[in-house]
C-alpha cells in the first residue's frame, strides 16, 4: 500500500495541571525533514520525536508543532511561608547574638534552599504526556497518509487501464499499417519495377517493415505497466521506484512517436505520453 507525503493530525490532552495541543503537517518532498516548534520547558523532547519520525516515515517535511498551558494562571513559583518563618526566627537568633551582622535582602532570603518552591506541574509528567499525545498523533498521521496514498494509487491505476488501452490500440493497428504501407511502396513503384533488382526491392520492404515495427517498445510498455502495478501493492517507500519507471515508460512512448508512421500511431503516443506525465505528477506526493 502507498503513502502519501501529505497529511495533517491534531492531538489533545487536558489534565488538572494543564493541557497540550500537538499538530503534525506533513508535505511532500524528496527527503524527510522536520521541523519543531516546541515550548522552552519541552524543548528537549525534541530528540524523541525526531527519532520518532525517522523511525516510521521516510519521505516528506514534516512540521511539528506543541503548545502546552497551565492550569490556573500559570504562576509556577510560591514562596514557603513556613519555612520563610523558620529561617526568620534563625535569623533573629544570629542578631541578637551577632549585633553588626548584615540582614540578608528579600533576593537573598528567596535564594535560601525551600523557601521558594515551585508549584507548577511535575515536568517529567508533562513530558511523558507530551510524548504519549505525539504517538497518537503520529498514528493519526500514518492512517491519513495512507488514505490519501489509496487514493493516488486508484487515481494511478486508472491511468495504467488508459495506457494499456493505448498499447492495445497500437497493436492492434500494426498489421494494418504494415501492410498498407507495403502496397503504397510497391503501387508508386509499379512503373519502374521492371527495372529494379526484386531481391533488392524486398530487402527494401522488410527494412520499412524493421522501422516501423514497434513490438519491443510495446511489450516494454506493457512490463513497464505491470511493475507499477505491483509497485503499489508493495509495503514501504515506493515513491522513487515508481518515478524511475515513469522515466522508462516516457522512454517507449518517445520512441514510439519516433516510429509512427500514420496519424492513428502518432495519436496513441501523444496520449500515452499525456498520461504517463498524469501519473509522474501524483507520484511526486507518494512517499
Known amino acids: 500500500m502507498v503513502h502519501s507525503m501529505t497529511a495533517f493530525a491534531r492531538q489533545e490532552h487536558t489534565a488538572a495541571w494543564g493541557s497540550l495541543q500537538l499538530e503534525l503537517r506533513s508535505v511532500n518532498q524528496r ?24 523511525t516510521r516515515l521516510a519521505r516528506g517535511k514534516v512540521e511539528v508543532s506543541l503548545r502546552f498551558e497551565a492550569a490556573g494562571d500559570g504562576a509556577g ?30 533576593l537573598t532570603l528567596l535564594d535560601y534552599p ?21 504517538e497518537r498523533a503520529l498514528d493519526d498521521l500514518l492512517a491519513g497518509r495512507a488514505r490519501e496514498g489509496e487514493k493516488l494509487a486508484e487515481l494511478i491505476r486508472d491511468r495504467l487501464i488508459g495506457i494499456e488501452s493505448q498499447v492495445a490500440e497500437v497493436r492492434g493497428l500494426m498489421p494494418k499499417i504494415l501492410e498498407r504501407q507495403r502496397a503504397q511502396l510497391l503501387e508508386r513503384l509499379e512503373t519502374v519495377m521492371a527495372e529494379l533488382d526484386p531481391q533488392r526491392l524486398e530487402a527494401e520492404l522488410t527494412l520499412l517493415a524493421q522501422k516501423a515495427d514497434v513490438d519491443e517498445e510495446l511489450d516494454r510498455l506493457a512490463t513497464h505497466v505491470a511493475e507499477v502495478k505491483r509497485q503499489l501493492d508493495q509495503k514501504g517507500p515506493v515513491g522513487r521506484r515508481l518515478d524511475f519507471l515513469m522515466q522508462e515508460l516516457n522512454r517507449e512512448a518517445n520512441t514510439l512517436s519516433s516510429k509512427s508512421v500514420v496519424a492513428s500511431t502518432t495519436r496513441c503516443a501523444v496520449e500515452l505520453k499525456v498520461l504517463i506525465e498524469q501519473i509522474r505528477e501524483q507520484i511526486q506526493n507518494i512517499e
Open 114 to 134: 525551600g523557601v521558594l518552591e515551585n508549584r507548577g506541574p511535575d515536568p517529567e509528567t508533562v513530558k511523558s504526556a507530551a510524548l504519549a499525545l505525539f
Open 31 to 54: 527527503y524527510l525533514e522536520p521541523h519543531f516548534r516546541l515550548p522552552e520547558s519541552l524543548r528537549d523532547l525534541e530528540p524523541a520525536f525526531r527519532d520518532a519520525l525517522r
Open 77 to 106: 513559583l510560591a514562596v514557603n511561608t513556613a519555612r520563610l518563618v523558620e529561617l526568620e526566627r534563625a535569623l533573629s537568633e544570629v542578631r541578637q547574638m551577632v549585633t553588626e551582622a548584615t540582614p540578608p535582602d528579600a
